[in-house]
């Protein structure tokens, strides 16, 4: 019986833990998400939960494995639902690197003379992945007639190119000049990475503590600490 909790356990945690694109969850679903990356159901995620809390509750047994295995139930999915797949970050990372420099050059594209669809496709052809398919996806649409906001909802579903999609939006609704918007989405958007680098150089140092107090403070009582307790304990004694 424990056996067949242990196999049950591990199957969950091979089918919550963040994996490949195209491995695991990808082959038994076959639902691909955006960049290659699959999303599990969100009942999937629960039954996990579930599975892992009933494992260790039979395997520590009486009722403290009863509570245990209840919060690892609710507790366990929301914490790995939290995590972030490397393929996933490494593309958002991208996207915000690059962001700056395709709006600056749309907007130079843009005052030159060249309608959204054709500026969108020249900027796309210039710059790497991921925002050069993205970019040929809104170019596309615009070309067929579509509007900007169907356009780039349609290429970006996840609201990664939030920023560039609404200086096109407003400029379609208002009338304003779209290369003026996407020249101050440009300084806007290279404030916001600055200051999010800033930010996580900062909380670099407060991360270091961690490992640092895990390492140096067994040291410390091992070798500073214990030979005086351990000193004071003998001349005690020996009185």
Avoid: N
């Amino acid at each position: 019986m424990r056996a067949a909790i242990a196999v049950l356990c591990a199957v969950a945690v091979w089918l919550i833990v963040p994996r490949p694109p195209g491995l695991r969850v990808e082959r038994i679903f076959g639902r691909p998400g955006a960049g290659g990356d699959a999303a599990p159901p969100q009942w999937l995620g629960r039954a996990c939960g579930v599975a892992f809390g009933v494992g260790v509750a039979v395997v520590i047994g009486s009722m403290v494995g009863v509570v245990v295995g209840i919060g690892a139930a609710f507790v366990l999915p929301r914490l790995l639902g939290r995590l972030e797949a490397r393929s996933t970050k490494d593309r958002r990372i991208a996207i915000t690197r690059q962001l700056p420099d395709v709006a600056d050059l749309l907007a130079a594209t843009l005052a030159s003379g060249a309608p959204p669809g054709q500026a969108c496709s020249a900027v796309g052809a210039a710059v790497d992945e991921p925002l050069r398919s993205m970019l040929a996806d809104v170019s596309a649409s615009l070309r067929l007639g579509a509007t900007a906001g169907e356009a780039w909802s349609t290429a970006d579903p996840q609201g990664s190119l939030g920023a560039l999609s609404a200086a096109f939006i407003r400029s379609e609704s208002s009338g304003a000049p779209i290369a003026d918007l996407l020249g101050a989405t440009a300084g806007d958007l290279r404030r916001r990475h600055r200051l999010a680098v800033e930010v996580a150089a900062r909380s670099a140092g407060v991360r270091a503590i961690g490992p640092l107090t895990a390492c140096f403070l067994p040291a410390f009582l091992l070798i500073g600490a214990m030979p005086v307790v351990a000193s004071m304990a003998e001349m005690v004694l020996s009185r």
